[in-house]
């Protein structure tokens, strides 16, 4: 019965609720400078009502769930995410809107104390379980962009080029990781079948700080390139990379290094022997 | 089941096809030694493109039939390994270190020819 109340109150008096709502938002933005721009506009608490009413028609007939939530607030929620609305902003309007609502149930229903508090108490658990549902959707979505930010990441962290027949370069740029160093070393070796490659050039020149750590990943890489019957040639290494190599007294065994890319390309491919010559009449 | 060692002129070639165990490989050293000196031979390579994981023993036991056949006078060259394999054995610290590798059969060939030729010189 405390459903019926409530939507009666929200078809008699939808315009009062309407603009007591939109005054009571002016005020606490006026408050709050943080946010200014209101989060819900005229136009949408009218759809938002009219969504609690269907709702609340629902709870009558029984326990709403997610599939009505979804349905009446979805692309609300993902239209408010979208135009880069906190989930707090939401919140805090949806709040304001229960609080009108509150009052003026308060106002109507003094004289008949259990309808007010059947009313109330039904008000309270739509209210829950709507911003429980927007936090679910929130949520979901910043999940969705973390997912998919860190996809891109992972792309752009391991690029592996070829660039001549059975030459490949790996440049190497920003910190290295585990986990990026694992992402490394598979894409690499995935990269070395697929070109039938002979040589690797691992670029170390974007990479910030070399430490024990690093070298070990780098040498992981090294060794199972060569397992797989590849040679590894390791440039770029910058002077400050050079001292804290030695400082740390980190062992590269093996590995042959050249300080930057061109010196690397000319010692793969006279490894090959091949050589880059000039021609007497160039073309173009 | 026994690994099948195929000989090409004064060459051998021993593809790994399945899960090996402990006496498999070392009937497998046994054998590819015997053939060595048998056949004269002067290269040998073992493929390993259809494994998918081998364990220390069996990385150590390729390791040494390396060494004994340099011993007998033969080079050897392991083909076709495959990127999970040799993340794992780097991982398990075994690298194989004076092992020579090649990417795939036809590239392993090439390679020991340059080996038997370096050390005909």
């Not at chain 1, 007010?116 to 979505?141: A, H, Q, R």
């Not at chain 1, 770029?236 to 740390?248: K, M, S, Y």
Request: proline share 3%; aromatic share 4%.
């Amino acid at each position: 019965m405390g459903e019926l109340a409530i939507n009666n109150l929200l078809e008699s008096d939808i315009e009062y609720i309407l603009q007591t709502v939109i005054e009571e938002l002016n005020i606490q933005r006026k408050k709050n400078d943080a946010f200014m721009n209101p989060a819900i506009e005229e136009q949408e608490i009218k759809q938002f009502l009219e969504s609690l009413r269907v709702l609340l028609a629902k709870q009558s007939e029984d326990k709403i769930n997610d599939d009505h939530l979804a349905e009446l607030f979805m692309p609300f929620c993902q239209k408010k995410a979208a135009e880069g609305y906190y989930l707090r902003h939401l919140v805090f309007d949806t709040l304001q809107i229960k609080k009108v609502i509150w009052i003026k149930l308060k106002d109507k229903m003094d004289n008949n104390p259990l309808l007010l508090m059947d009313s109330l108490s039904v008000l309270s658990n739509v209210f829950d379980e709507i911003i429980k549902y927007m936090g679910k959707v929130f949520m979901e979505i910043r999940d969705d962009i973390i997912q998919s930010q860190k996809h891109a990441l992972r792309e752009l962290s391991v690029p592996v080029v070829p660039i001549f027949d059975d030459i490949l370069i790996l440049p190497l740029i920003g910190t290295i990781d585990t986990t990026r160093a694992k992402q490394i070393m598979e894409n690499v070796l995935e990269a070395v079948l697929s070109y039938e490659a002979e040589f690797v050039l691992i670029d170390i020149t974007g990479v910030p700080i070399v430490d024990t750590v690093v070298a070990h990943h780098i040498i992981k890489t090294v060794q199972a390139a060569r397992l797989l019957g590849t040679k590894c040639i390791l440039v770029g290494i910058r002077p400050e990379i050079a001292n804290t190599i030695v400082e740390l007294g980190v062992d590269l065994g093996d590995i042959k290094t050249q300080g930057n890319l061109k010196n690397g390309i000319n010692l793969a491919l006279s490894m090959k022997g091949l050589k880059i010559i000039k021609e007497d009449n160039p073309k173009g | 089941m026994k690994i099948p060692i195929l000989k090409i002129k004064n060459c051998l070639i021993a593809s790994i096809q399945f899960e090996v165990d402990d006496r498999t490989v070392m009937e497998f050293q046994d054998n590819l030694l015997e053939r060595i000196r048998e056949d004269n031979i002067r290269g040998i390579i073992i493929d390993l493109t259809s494994v998918d994981i081998i364990d220390s023993f069996i990385a150590k036991s390729i390791a040494d039939v390396t060494k004994m056949a340099r011993l007998l006078g033969a080079r050897v060259v392991v083909t076709g390994m495959k990127p999970a394999l040799a993340i794992t054995l780097v991982e398990l610290g075994i690298t194989l270190g004076d092992i020579k590798t090649a990417l795939n059969l036809e590239r392993g060939l090439a390679h020991l020819e340059e080996m038997i030729e370096e050390t005909n010189e």
